[in-house]
């Protein structure tokens, strides 16, 4: 049986780029296998669209597809989407970002893309820290969690990612978990089918540097348990009391509307 009958979202990679980069157990694997997922179910392939990365660990996920890709500076990866749509708004362009890259540096970029409705989709894997340069406190990370720079607790309070972007302007916003692929995938297509500034924040383990920091065990069994006690449904939050909910990051579709997409301006300068 050949390889192509075994696995056909394999089409979509980059073989000579495989093995991938990414450690044990991380989160961004599955991602990558959701994005191919939601583009075999809409009939999509990767060469009808360009993807881009900035820094980091999740910034890698274009370099196995099979598009046009940017990969570079960190935190910018909104700044270059904005000019390429403004030359080619037909193009499909798909953003995949961390946490700490596209709320920390890129936290500019990514209120303004919000607010104008760029015509994008970003998909932001957020593993609670930055993870490729040694698991440094991020944007996102809990109150009191130990990271490398927080070795007594995180006194910052997270961001909501999904709330800054719906109160940005985002007009398609969701959050899940690598744990919850087939909620993962229909977010993926539905962002992919959205007109406007579309994020699907994806809360991903990270047990080389977050689960070994905060939680003292690099097991991604147990970063992904702890991922899902963490995390609650809309189902499940309507059993649990205010106080069970308080902490703990909804996973829902926050934002579906419409509104006119940023196309910049015709006038020649």
């Known amino acids: ?18 093995p991938h980069f990414f450690c044990s157990g991380c989160g961004c694997g599955q991602v990558l296998n959701y994005f191919c997922q939601a583009l075999d179910a809409l009939d999509m392939t990767p060469e009808e669209m360009l993807t881009i990365g900035g820094v980091g660990c999740t910034a890698r996920i274009p370099i196995y597809l099979k598009s046009d890709t940017f990969h570079g500076v960190h935190g910018r990866t909104l700044a270059w989407a904005t000019g390429v749509k403004l030359v080619r708004p037909e193009l499909p362009v798909v953003i995949f970002a961390g946490d ?34 040694g698991g440094q406190v991020a944007p996102t990370t809990p109150e009191g969690a130990h990271t ?13 990612i999904c709330k800054l972007a719906e109160a940005a302007g985002a007009t398609h916003v969701e959050r899940w978990t690598t744990s919850r692929p087939v909620q993962c995938v229909a977010a993926i ?23 070994r920091y905060a939680l003292g065990s690099g097991d991604p069994q147990k970063l992904v348990q702890w991922i899902k006690d963490y995390t609650y449904t809309e189902a499940e939050g309507a059993k649990m009391t205010p106080e069970e909910r308080e902490g703990k990051l909804l996973c829902a579709q926050f934002v579906n509307t419409e509104r006119p997409v940023y196309e910049g301006t015709n006038e020649v300068l």
């Open 1 to 18: 049986m050949s390889e192509l009958k075994i696995n056909p979202n394999r089409r979509f990679l980059r073989p000579e780029k495989l």
């Open 100 to 133: 700490g890259d596209l709320a920390s540096i890129g936290g500019n970029h990514f209120i303004h893309a919000a607010r104008r409705n760029l015509d994008v989709t970003v998909i932001m894997v957020n593993n609670l820290n930055f993870a490729m340069t």
């Open 148 to 160: 490398m720079t927080t070795p007594y607790g995180s006194a910052e309070p997270r961001f909501d």
């Open 189 to 211: 297509k539905r962002a992919l089918s959205h007109k406007g500034f579309s994020l699907i924040e994806i809360v991903s383990q990270c047990p080389t540097h977050f689960g």
